[in-house]
């Protein structure tokens, strides 16, 4: 029986460090499984997760997707049969490949409002290149539209991401409820981060979503943040490294 890719799909409201979170997931797979083939998904449009891991890509998912819409708006049917044809060679094409690791972003769409047409397309990426690893990270965009339109259906481990804040925990609850109904996770958790004393923590309202683990407000890491530093770097007894470890390990990832 083939043995499906573990892809875990990171989640939660705006601003509560997802995409540093992410990143370190990433660090961690990379370490603890260096033969094992993993995946970086940069399925957030407001573009982080790339600085984190230390990447710079050149093609991200959405310039593949308007050369397929120039080419039809220009008329031309051959050229547009090519380029969707050569999709899924072209995603690969948008793939960076790093030490221990590979990297592909859904880049930022120039028209704002709706990015329904790239968030279909992310779905189908993930579908396509999914068999080829063992391990899949993806960081996605704020709030629950991804999960609502069912990008995020190949998921296995979903992890919730909140701060203390009352909005916070309403978020992640709100992101368990709409995915209950159209996510086939096996694994779901979340993960409390910035925390300013471990005391807050028992006024937190996360629902029935089990506790993964909590993680202390660390001004060393908003610094590497402003600067824009490799997660690479951070020591393996960082707070933030030590708190995401214990979390994969009670999910049964590490």
Same mark, same amino acid.
């Given at each position: 029986m083939e043995k499906k890719p573990i892809?875990?799909?990171?989640?939660?409201?705006?601003?509560?460090?997802?995409?540093?979170?992410?990143?370190?997931?990433?660090? &961690?797979?990379?370490? @603890?499984? $260096?033969?094992?083939?993993? &995946?970086?998904?940069? @399925?957030? $449009?407001?573009?982080?997760?790339?600085?984190a891991l230390g990447v710079e890509p050149e093609l991200t998912l959405d310039d593949i997707r308007k050369e397929a819409v120039e080419a039809a708006e220009n008329g031309d049917a051959k050229a547009t049969v090519e380029v969707l044809g050569e999709a899924r060679y072209r995603i690969f094409d948008a793939m960076v490949e790093m030490d221990g690791f590979s990297f592909i972003a859904i880049g930022r769409p120039e028209a704002a409002g709706c990015y329904c047409k790239i968030n279909t397309y992310l779905k189908e990426v993930i579908s396509q290149v999914a068999d080829n690893f063992d391990y899949i990270v993806i960081d996605g965009e704020a709030g629950i539209e991804q999960i609502n339109r069912r990008v995020m259906e190949k998921v296995t481990h979903l992890v919730l991401i909140t701060d203390s804040s009352k909005k916070g925990c309403g978020v992640v609850k709100t992101i368990k409820e709409v995915a209950d109904n159209l996510v086939m996770y096996d694994k779901i958790g979340v993960v409390v981060n910035r925390v300013p004393s471990e005391d807050v923590l028992q006024f937190m309202d996360l629902g029935d979503i089990p506790l993964l683990g909590w993680i202390p407000a660390d001004a060393n890491l908003t610094e590497r943040?402003?600067?824009g530093e490799s997660v690479f770097y951070i020591p393996s007894e960082a707070p933030i490294v030590e708190g995401l470890r214990s979390s994969l390990k009670k999910m049964g990832v590490l």
């Open positions: 892809v875990l799909a990171v989640a939660g409201k705006g601003g509560v460090g997802k995409t540093s979170l992410a990143s370190v997931m990433v660090k &961690l797979l990379v370490e @603890a499984y $260096p033969d094992k083939k993993i &995946l970086a998904i940069d @399925a957030d $449009p407001a573009v982080g997760l790339s600085t943040d402003l600067k």
